[in-house]
């Protein structure tokens, strides 16, 4: 094989793979802004209490999902907040609902970490973390986004930008909505209503 | 510490003018409904909230705040993309023009208590210092509330 037909091939792969990786994110873009049919809530993590969980543990209740980091001192505690209130005024089908709040900050969201700040809110929240890994995979699957962000004057000089919706998942684990963040709580209560059957 | 020597030279520098009462703008400043939410200890930031009103009929700049609560406060602003991501940085001046009110608010801006020297706890207040361009201050004592508040009626 010559040198020249070498470099061609090379070039050929590199095209291909060129487009491939346009193509990737052309589907991500799109899946992410349909909230993809049929995408289901799939991960493995450790709970605030150690344990490892997986959506199997949740299955047949509803789950509502949202991301974030503990060293968060708005976005994350205002919607930790507001989840503790739509519990609240769930009353009595708040047994059918499991809040799920998964650290986007796998470095210093330990399990102990998160179990001094997110059962404070609401004693039924669960709090999820894992490896950098883990968490990478449990983003992918979810169609979220975070990235840190440098900030001197945060603990360990960063911050976390990160999906801030509201996820709800059906018994089945099946994605059925989204809220986006400040959605008042009466709102976010009257579309669980509105999903759950009485 | 840049900040703070810079905000030391403009008061120093207005002495004589706020001495003379031709003071412009900031003592029409008033701030209501400050809270903030109880920290647990003091190695993650705190937050918080307030409006800010204009009542007089010059515009005002917010240059800086001060707390002995934090080593550093500043005012954040967050931004939610197109995608739902949200990101938070500083806000920089605010100039707050006449009879406007500026909301500090859940998901739209906080003051952001960076280092904290005493954990935040519920039922107290802490004094906070609203350094304004024309070198006047305001200082206004702000509630902390539960951990789980949603507004500064808890």
Redesign the interface.
């Given at each position: 094989m010559t040198v020249r037909t070498a470099g061609r091939i090379l070039i050929g792969i590199a095209a291909f793979a060129l487009v491939w990786l346009l193509l990737w994110a052309d589907y991500r873009a799109a899946q992410v802004e349909k909230g993809g049919p049929g995408f289901q809530a799939a991960f493995e993590l450790t709970d605030h209490q150690g344990m490892i969980r997986t959506q199997e543990d949740f299955a047949g209740r509803w789950m509502l999902v949202f991301f974030g980091f503990t060293n968060c001192p708005d976005v994350c505690p205002t919607t930790l907040a507001e989840v503790a209130a739509v519990m609240e005024g769930l009353g009595d089908d708040a047994a059918r609902v499991q809040p799920l709040f998964i650290s986007v900050d796998p470095e210093r969201d330990t399990p102990s970490m998160l179990a001094e700040f997110v059962p404070r809110f609401d004693a039924r929240l669960v709090g999820l973390t894992g490896t950098p890994e883990q968490i990478d995979r449990t983003a992918d699957s979810f169609h979220i986004y975070y990235e840190k962000v440098e900030q001197a004057a945060a603990p360990g000089g960063y911050a976390i930008g990160h999906s801030s919706q509201l996820f709800l998942f059906g018994p089945d684990g099946a994605y059925v909505q989204s809220w986006s963040y400040g959605t008042p709580v009466a709102e976010i209560l009257a579309g669980l209503k509105r999903q759950m059957p009485s | 510490m840049k900040h703070v020597a810079r905000s030391t030279l403009v008061a120093l520098l207005l002495t004589p003018v706020l001495a003379t009462g031709a003071l412009a703008g900031s003592e029409d400043v008033v701030v209501e409904n400050a809270w903030s939410?109880a920290s647990?200890?003091t190695?993650?930031?705190?937050?918080a909230y307030m409006e800010i009103r204009n009542a007089g009929d010059e515009a005002v700049t917010l240059t800086g705040l001060q707390s002995d609560l934090a080593m550093?406060s500043?005012i954040?602003r967050?931004t939610?993309d197109a995608?739902?991501?949200?990101?938070?940085?500083p806000a920089g001046a605010i100039v707050i023009a006449p009879e406007e009110t500026v909301a500090v608010a859940?998901?739209v801006m906080?003051v952001?208590?960076?280092?904290l020297r005493r954990p935040m706890q519920e039922g107290e207040s802490f004094p906070l210092t609203l350094t304004f361009l024309d070198g006047g201050e305001v200082t206004v004592a702000v509630p902390v509330l539960g951990?789980?508040?949603?507004g500064p009626e808890g």
């Open positions: - | 939410r647990i200890g190695s993650r930031p705190g937050a550093m500043e954040h967050v939610t995608r739902g991501v949200s990101t938070m940085a859940p998901g906080h952001m208590l960076m280092h951990i789980a508040a949603r």
